[in-house]
Structures are given as structure tokens and as C-alpha cells.
């Protein structure tokens, strides 16, 4: 009989350990909106010289492998993908494109606080590529004379909150930065890097 038992007992022990190690893993949506200050134009005609920029919705997909956990703190690898598929853009002169996509990948490192309680805060920080896809038609009509992809390198650093809701299901709210380079506006803005910061909220579901 006790054989019997643990022929029983040895693949549900199995399962359970297997998946708490699966439980390394972690899946992330996230949606919100990408902030990017307005830009000032030079050498143009313009009495209004501000290149405005909307506040593009924003998608975020987030794979994480869990490194360590000691506890007081955990680390953990994750790989953003980021997509703003329609950041609007305005000028008073029929100069600059009528928007532009953006995609940025950011492998990081993120650090959480008190990863198993139900409140874990967190910093990340990283880096990777980004890349622009300029419209090829300008803002008030006609084509757009310049270019219509660029790639650039980007510096990540975000910070948010993981809020357990489950055993293997968390909210999270963030904050993360893209540091990146510029995209194609057809004038002269002095810049060359600018501040992208995604705002958004999401579901955490580790396996």
C-alpha cells in the first residue's frame, strides 16, 4: 500500500517543484502614453517656433528571467519592447511630418525590493536600440521630403510598483525614461537626444 502512495505522491511532488522553478519567469503587458517635450525650431519663418508633440499611446510587452532573490531584494533580467505606433506632431509651417512611430527594445536589469511581499518597488536600468518610422506625408499634405526611418541607440531607467494580486498575477504601474536620439523633422531643433517617458499600467503574470 505505502508503494502504492508514492507512486501516487512522486509525480505531484515533481510537479509542484517544477513549478516553482517555472515561477523564474515572468510575462508583462503594460499600456499608457509616451511624454516627450515640445521642441523649438530655428532658421524658419515661423512666429510660433515650437515643434509640438502628442502623447502617443503606448504599448509595452516584457519578458523577465528572476536571477536571485535574497529576500530583502530580488534581480531580474527583462528585455522591454516598447511600441508607439502614432506620436502626432505640430508646426506652423507645412515643414515636418505629420507623425512617427517608435519601437524600442531595452535589455535591463531591474531590482526589486521585497520581491514576495505584496508591495514590491522597483528600478530598472539598461539599454539597447530604438527606431523611428518618420510619415511620408507631411502635416498639412504633400510628401515628405526627408527621411523616413532612423535607428538610434537608447539608454532605459524606469521605476514603478508590482502589486500582488495573486499567487502568480500582479499589477504594476511604471514610469520608465528612453533616453534616445532624435527623429526626422525636417528643421533644425538643436537636438540631438531627447527624454521619451512611458507612462502606463499592467498586468505581471510569472510562470
Do not use: C
Amino acid at each position: 500500500m505505502a508503494s502504492k502512495w508514492l507512486w501516487v505522491a512522486a509525480p505531484l511532488l515533481i510537479l509542484i517543484s517544477s513549478a516553482g522553478a517555472q515561477e523564474k519567469n515572468e510575462l508583462t503587458g503594460i499600456v499608457g502614453r509616451t511624454f516627450i517635450s515640445d521642441q523649438r525650431a530655428s532658421g524658419t519663418s515661423a512666429t510660433n517656433t515650437s515643434v509640438q508633440l502628442g502623447n502617443g499611446f503606448t504599448f509595452e510587452v516584457n519578458y523577465g528571467r528572476h536571477l536571485q532573490n535574497r529576500g530583502i531584494f530580488g534581480l531580474t533580467v527583462e528585455v522591454p519592447l516598447v511600441y508607439d505606433p502614432d506620436e502626432d506632431l505640430h508646426f506652423e509651417l507645412n515643414l515636418i511630418p505629420e507623425s512617427y512611430r517608435t519601437f524600442f527594445v531595452t535589455p535591463s536589469i531591474r531590482a526589486n525590493l521585497v520581491p514576495d511581499s505584496a508591495l514590491s518597488p522597483w528600478f530598472s536600468i539598461g539599454g539597447g536600440f530604438g527606431h523611428f518610422s518618420e510619415s511620408s506625408k507631411l502635416e498639412f499634405g504633400g510628401s515628405n521630403p526627408g527621411k523616413t526611418g532612423s535607428t538610434t541607440g537608447v539608454l532605459q531607467i524606469g521605476g514603478g510598483l508590482d502589486v500582488r494580486a495573486w499567487h502568480t498575477l500582479s499589477l504594476r504601474g511604471q514610469i520608465r525614461d528612453f533616453y534616445s536620439g532624435v527623429p526626422q523633422l525636417n528643421v533644425n531643433t538643436a537636438k540631438s537626444r531627447q527624454h521619451n517617458f512611458f507612462v502606463g499600467g499592467g498586468v505581471v503574470w510569472r510562470f
